[in-house]
């Protein structure tokens, strides 16, 4: 997964793609021998932080992307 640099303007598409991993790396089933949930959750966090929320993505087009992969409830 490319990540987004600080010096371009991110599109949907490329933030769609990156929340789609961070959706993946969260829900991904099973848990891999000797993976707790905790586990699962901070390796996720570390993607977001590390791909998503340091890329100085703008709101609006965060929020398009959260709404078209959020997973339904």
Known sequence: MEK???NEEPSLNSVVRLLSEYFWLLNQQPLDAG???ED???SAG???KDNI???NI???VLAKAFYLV???E
């Open 46 to 48: 570390h993607f977001y």
């Open 35 to 37: 993976e707790t949930w």
């Open 4 to 6: 987004i640099t600080s």
């Open 53 to 55: 929320a340091d890329a």
């Open 58 to 60: 703008p709101h609006d």
């Open 40 to 42: 699962r959750q901070i």
């Open 70 to 72: 959020s997973p339904e």
